[in-house]
C-alpha cells in the first residue's frame, strides 16, 4: 500500500484545500443539506475518496481497492447515523443506497465484461458511489461523468496521434460527481 503512495506523489496540502473548497462551497451554496449533517460529512468523505481515487487512476492507471473499501465503510457509518431512532428510515435508507449502488456498478460490469475499456476498478468506483449518494445523484453523476469523457475522448480521437490513448474514468467520476452535487438543487 505505501508503494502506491510513493508513486503517486501527491502533494497533500493540494488534497487538503480541494477538501476545504468542496466542503464550503456545500455548507454555503447547497440548501438541500439543510438539517441532514451526516449526509453532507458523508458526501465530503466521498469527494475526498474520489479525488484520491482520480489521482491513482489518473497517474498509475489503477484504482486501489483500499480506496473502495474505505469509502463503502465511510457510507456505511453515516447511512447507520442518519437513521438512528428510527428503524423504519433505517431500512428505507440501507435499501435505497444499496439498490442504486448495485444498479451503478451493474451498468458498468457489463462495459467490464463486454470489454469495453471499463476496468474493474471503474466499477468498485462507482458502486462506491451509488451507495453513497444514491438517487437520483448517482443517475446525474454517471451521467455527468460520462458526458465529460465523451468531450474529452472526442478532443483526444480528433487531435494527432492519440487514436490508442487510455482515459482513465476515475477523473471524469470526480468531475461528474461535483456537477451532479451542485446541479441536482
Known amino acids: 500500500m505505501r508503494q502506491y503512495y ?5 502533494n497533500l496540502w493540494f488534497v487538503a484545500i480541494a477538501i476545504l473548497l468542496l466542503a464550503s462551497g456545500l455548507c454555503f451554496a447547497l440548501p438541500g443539506y439543510n438539517g441532514h449533517i451526516f449526509r453532507l460529512i458523508n458526501t465530503i468523505a466521498l469527494f475526498a475518496v474520489l479525488l484520491l481515487m482520480a489521482l491513482f487512476d489518473y497517474k498509475l492507471c489503477i ?3 483500499h480506496l473502495v473499501v474505505i469509502s463503502i465503510v465511510l457510507s ?9 431512532g428510527n428503524p423504519h428510515i433505517l431500512s428505507k435508507l440501507w435499501f435505497y443506497y444499496f ?5 451503478c456498478a451493474l451498468f458498468f460490469a457489463l462495459g467490464w465484461l463486454l470489454n ?3 476496468g474493474a476498478g471503474d466499477v468498485k468506483m462507482y458502486f462506491a458511489i451509488g451507495y453513497a449518494v444514491g438517487f437520483p445523484v448517482a ?6 461523468s460520462l458526458l465529460a469523457a465523451l468531450c474529452c475522448g472526442l478532443v483526444l480521437l480528433f487531435s494527432k496521434g492519440a487514436s490508442k490513448a487510455k482515459l482513465p474514468l476515475a477523473p471524469f467520476a470526480l468531475i461528474g460527481f461535483v456537477a ?6
Not at 439498490?99 to 444498479?103: E, I, P, Q, W
Not at 451532479?180 to 438543487?185: E, G, I, V
Request: no cysteine; proline share 3%.
Open 139 to 144: 443517475i446525474y453523476a454517471v451521467f455527468y
Open 76 to 84: 456505511t457509518v453515516f447511512i447507520l447515523l442518519e437513521g438512528i
Open 116 to 118: 469495453f475499456g471499463i
Open 63 to 65: 484504482i486501489p481497492n
Open 180 to 185: 451532479a452535487l451542485f446541479f441536482q438543487f
Open 6 to 10: 510513493r508513486d503517486l506523489k501527491v
Open 99 to 103: 439498490v442504486m449502488g448495485s444498479s
